[in-house]
């Protein structure tokens, strides 16, 4: 059987917002670019961050730290991460962009049409497994048809060959579980469904500069490549 492989998404607000619309988006939350890491930069994002993705090059000495570090986790294990946390593992080729856009999405607190595909994908994966969650995923068209119509409507004309190194990973704040009911801190969780499961990155504070620092240290510095694009998902607009 040949492996599935899916149209790869392009890092645009305007195709992310489209596939979150089509999927059953039903607040006023939307996609934008961060345009740099610098702090005037980041100050022209709109308030009420709920997520935010990263396109990277995974070569290199990034795919190796993330191979070193899923090994370490696996021997040692790290900070407990909120149990209420969704994450699925990616097995369909291409498709990290609509993982990218579940994990930010239904981690957000925002919300789905009723009978909407997002609304129906949620509860048909309740107290499922990862794997399980991602095998709903393949057998149902339905996110295929919404990835495959935003693919194509980007900027950029889609590849013949669709091999590609860049992949989305995503980034969101989740409560502490460690800290008692009445000093409850939040934790910044990154989410990849090329990872073994949701990594903690540390306390957070601003969800937007706690990331942009972390991207900073853990992966512009790690690569000489210039593809790298990300983008918040903002519940306000300026």
């Known amino acids: 059987m040949s492996e599935s492989r ?4 392009e890092s645009n607000p305007d195709v992310f917002n489209s596939w979150a619309i089509n999927a059953g988006l039903a607040s006023q939350a939307q996609f934008e670019d961060i345009y740099g890491l610098d702090p005037e930069l980041l100050g022209m994002v709109s ?8 396109l990277f090059p995974c070569s ?6 993330r191979k070193e570090e899923d090994e370490k986790i696996a021997a ?19 498709a990290c962009g609509t993982m990218g856009l579940l994990h930010a999405l239904i981690n957000s607190g925002v919300a789905f049409a009723d009978e909407s595909p997002l609304a129906k994908f949620i509860e048909e994966c309740k107290d499922k497994t990862p794997l399980e969650r991602v095998k709903v995923l393949e057998e149902t068209s339905l996110f295929e ?11 950029t004309t889609v590849p013949d060959d669709l091999d590609t190194y860049l992949h989305f990973t995503c980034f969101v704040k989740a409560p502490d579980v ?5 000093d409850r801190g939040w934790r910044v969780v990154e989410l990849d469904g090329g990872r073994n499961g949701p990594i ?15 991207v900073k240290e853990h992966y512009i510095k790690e690569s000489k490549s210039v ?3 990300m983008m918040a998902l903002c519940s306000a607009q300026h």
């Open 6 to 9: 899916w149209i790869p998404l």
């Open 47 to 54: 308030g009420g961050v709920k997520a935010v993705t990263l």
């Open 60 to 65: 290199g000495s990034i795919a190796t730290k």
């Open 76 to 94: 040692q294990g790290q900070y407990p991460i909120d149990p209420i946390i969704f994450w699925m593992k990616q097995t369909i080729v291409n």
């Open 145 to 155: 048809q919404i990835h495959t119509s935003a693919a194509v409507s980007g900027q």
């Open 178 to 182: 460690t800290a008692r009911d009445e």
């Open 200 to 214: 903690d990155r540390g306390k957070c504070t601003n969800l937007l500069q706690d990331v942009a620092n972390f």
């Open 227 to 229: 593809n790298f694009s």
